[in-house]
């Protein structure tokens, strides 16, 4: 079905919770997860190299942020709506960041080093988290982006070998 018209979809007031009020003001209306924002590659003073590290260790990393999201989530967001809008816009940006990988998106494969920055700020010493404004929007990612060189990627090669490792990995239950 060819759709014939289109209006922006907003999340703002979303249901009648009020703590959606401002959810659009983030990433801007119609840039659930980003996507769309401009990307400015940083110019730091280091260059960043990929320097390969055990997978093992890379798994304990990611599944302590994975957990460090639920916690964010269920503790800090009462409404099981607002958490499922909330959950799928973080989700959203990951998918985003599955079609960097396969090289399909047409951005760098990176990160934003300005707001990574920012990590050991949403918690205090005891690791409690904190509800400090830390006086960025989501419309700010991408704006200190950077591409780490060193990467195995090949044009020739590559496409297959990662659409087959991406398809593997769905096959096996890691994207929904």
């Given at each position: 079905m060819k759709r014939t018209s289109y209006s922006p979809v907003s999340f703002n007031n979303y249901g009648g919770f009020s703590s959606l009020g401002h959810f659009d003001d983030f990433y801007g209306v119609d840039n659930f997860s980003g996507f769309h924002n401009t990307i400015t590659e940083s110019h730091e003073e280091e260059h960043v190299v990929c320097h390969s590290q055990t997978v093992e260790i890379i798994q304990q990393q990611l599944v302590v942020l994975r957990e460090y999201a639920k916690k964010i989530i269920t503790e800090q967001i009462c409404e099981v709506e607002v958490q499922t809008v909330v959950f799928s816009q973080f989700v959203s940006g990951f998918h985003d960041f599955s079609s960097d990988?396969?090289?399909?998106?047409?951005?760098?494969?990176?990160?934003?080093?300005?707001?990574?920055?920012?990590?050991?700020?949403?918690?205090?010493?005891?690791?409690?988290?904190?509800?400090n404004d830390l006086g960025f929007k989501g419309s700010d990612v991408g704006s200190s982006f950077v591409t780490p060189s060193g990467s195995n990627w090949n044009d020739n090669t590559s496409p297959s070998s990662v659409g087959s490792a991406f398809g593997l990995s769905a096959a096996a239950g890691a994207l929904v």
């Open positions: 990988m396969l090289r399909q998106s047409g951005r760098g494969v990176g990160y934003d080093s300005s707001i990574a920055s920012h990590i050991g700020s949403i918690h205090d010493s005891e690791g409690s988290l904190v509800s």
